[in-house]
């Protein structure tokens, strides 16, 4: 439970250092094949933690399976695919959001996302401040990433 606490604060001071309205954190499930939110800040209800996608789907799964990161731009009108395909951005009413993936002993355990309610560009400098974070917290949650990976 503390280490959830600590997970939660890292967000907020994200979500802060951001200026975003949104954060958070999906991981992958047992075997792999589902990937559902398990953290977040700023967030507006809790039908994230209802969330999960399987793996290649949604931004989540879009970002594990590639390796990278995913932004997207004036939701729903800029995307490909239909809306529905992008959950997490329907229940917390994002418009614009930038995802990395949360990496764990050198593999892809889940993704960060930052997420904004209005249309706005994501500057190739908060693009980086996110993955310099998230890099950190690769780090300094390590242990808790890959041991979270086998009770998701």
Same mark, same amino acid.
């Given at each position: !439970?503390?280490?959830? #606490?600590? *997970?939660?604060?890292?967000?907020?001071?994200?979500? +802060?250092?951001?200026?975003?309205?949104?954060? $958070?954190?999906?991981?992958?499930? @047992?075997?792999?094949?589902?990937?559902?939110?398990?953290?977040?800040?700023? &967030?507006? &209800?809790?039908?994230?933690?209802?969330?999960?996608?399987?793996?290649? @789907?949604?931004?989540?799964?879009? %970002?594990?399976? /590639?390796?990278?990161?995913? !932004?997207? !731009?004036?939701?729903?009108? +800029?995307? @490909?695919?239909?809306?529905?395909?992008?959950?997490? !951005?329907?229940?917390?009413?994002? =418009?614009?959001?930038?995802? %990395?993936?949360?990496?764990?002993?050198?593999?892809?355990? $889940?993704? =960060? #996302?930052? $997420?904004?309610?209005?249309?706005?560009?994501? /500057?190739?400098?908060?693009?980086? #401040? =996110?993955?310099?974070?998230? /890099?950190?917290?690769?780090? +300094?949650?390590?242990? *808790?990433?890959?041991?979270?990976?086998?009770? =998701?």
């Amino acid at each position: !439970m503390a280490f959830e #606490l600590e *997970i939660l604060k890292e967000l907020e001071t994200l979500r +802060q250092e951001t200026d975003c309205n949104f954060v $958070g954190i999906a991981l992958q499930g @047992k075997a792999n094949s589902e990937v559902q939110w398990k953290y977040a800040a700023g &967030n507006r &209800n809790e039908k994230y933690k209802k969330i999960a996608v399987r793996y290649g @789907k949604g931004i989540a799964g879009k %970002v594990i399976s /590639s390796g990278q990161p995913l !932004m997207v !731009m004036d939701f729903p009108h +800029q995307i @490909k695919g239909k809306s529905v395909d992008y959950p997490i !951005m329907l229940a917390e009413q994002l =418009v614009t959001s930038f995802a %990395v993936p949360l990496c764990a002993d050198g593999a892809i355990k $889940g993704v =960060v #996302l930052v $997420g904004y309610r209005s249309n706005q560009s994501i /500057s190739d400098k908060k693009q980086e #401040l =996110v993955k310099n974070i998230v /890099s950190a917290w690769e780090k +300094q949650f390590s242990s *808790i990433f890959k041991g979270r990976r086998e009770s =998701v």
